[in-house]
């Protein structure tokens, strides 16, 4: 995993080369600074927010603070060549599978709103887990697809828990349990990267992970009727995952917004887009002031962030 205080020092050593860099190949004049600011890990998330406050005041720029998860949210309008962002199609519903997070949105011109979550580990920190338990390096989830592309998904029985309380929530822990416990009781030999079993187990498990992060999809879907569907974070990079999704929407004649898979996993030019976005919408930050927060807190402008009633009784 990461080690909390190494990855502020990286971030700090990194940093003012990356924005050198950055400044070198712009096309044009810097005219704003998006800086994420939560949620995240508090001592990363304060190294950006301290060097983008310093570098806005003494350009004169203007400072916006960004929610990791806007940037996430927004990623899928993206392209890599530099266009402006797409408009956004709504109503349109929005997973956001990554390390840290696993969660259904319902995203509209003036709202974001919290569908339903994981109750437990993310989607991105399962397959994390089981991959080390495997001894595939970290993080995880590239060996893991990379292996399951050449394996049978039926051919290791996990489960696929359901929560009957909450149905639009979803959970982790079972699985993983049991596919670590079905790692530990094959010999090493038997797990080898050359043989087939790793590849079927492989295979069985991200299927198991992708059917627990679509299960409320079919309720969701009759309840808000979207007119799109979209994936982000660092698992929407996942093979499987994208095949779903995309023949789900052909099956239910939706459109399917899948960003480039180099900008699924954490970028800047999401947090770019994103605040540009609030920007547009009036939104400044004061560099003075401006804080790291490590959770979910942020509201972007003109938007209501409403939490689903599911999540906020728990
Ligand atoms: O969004 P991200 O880069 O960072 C966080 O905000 O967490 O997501 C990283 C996660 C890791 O857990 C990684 O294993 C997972 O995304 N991931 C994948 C794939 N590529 C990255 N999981 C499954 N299949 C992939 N192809
Ligand atoms: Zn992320």
């Not at 949620?39 to 203007?62: D, E, T």
């Not at 459109?255 to 800047?268: G, I, K, Q």
């Amino acid at each position: 995993g990461v080690v909390p205080e190494l990855a502020s020092r990286e971030h700090l050593r990194a940093l003012p080369m990356m924005v050198d860099r950055a400044l070198d190949e712009a096309r044009g004049p810097v005219e704003l600074v998006a800086v994420t600011a939560g949620p995240g890990l508090i001592g990363a998330l304060l190294v950006g927010v301290r060097f983008a406050a310093a570098f806005a005041w003494a350009r004169r720029l203007p400072l916006v603070a960004v929610d990791h998860l806007e940037g996430h949210l927004v990623s899928p309008l993206l392209s890599l060549d530099g266009e402006a962002a797409r408009p956004e199609p709504e109503p349109m519903l929005a997973l956001v599978a990554s390390g840290g997070h696993s969660s259904w949105y319902l995203m509209e011109s003036d709202s974001r709103r919290r569908l339903g979550q994981t109750r437990d580990d993310a989607a991105g920190e399962s397959f994390d887990k089981v991959a080390q338990v495997l001894g595939l390096g970290y993080p995880g989830g590239p060996a893991m697809d990379k292996l399951a592309r050449e394996g049978d998904s039926q051919a290791v029985a996990l489960p696929r828990p359901q929560l009957p309380d909450a149905p639009l929530d979803f959970s982790f822990s079972g699985l993983k349990s049991a596919a670590i416990r079905w790692v530990r009781t094959r010999g090493a030999d038997e797990l080898s990267t050359d043989g087939t079993v790793l590849r079927d187990f492989a295979a069985s498990f991200e299927a198991a992970v992708v059917d627990q992060l679509l299960q409320p999809l079919p309720e969701l879907a009759r309840r808000h009727r979207p007119v799109a569907l979209a994936a982000s974070g660092g698992v929407a990079a996942n093979t499987l995952l994208r095949r779903r999704l995309s023949d789900w929407g052909r099956e239910h004649d939706l459109e399917v917004l899948l960003p480039a898979p180099a900008l699924t996993t954490d970028n800047a030019v999401m947090i770019a887009a994103a605040g540009q976005a609030a920007h547009a919408l009036g939104r400044e930050d004061d560099p003075r002031r401006l804080d790291a927060r490590a959770r979910e807190a942020w509201q972007p402008p003109g938007m209501r962030r409403c939490e689903s009633a599911a999540s906020e009784s728990r």
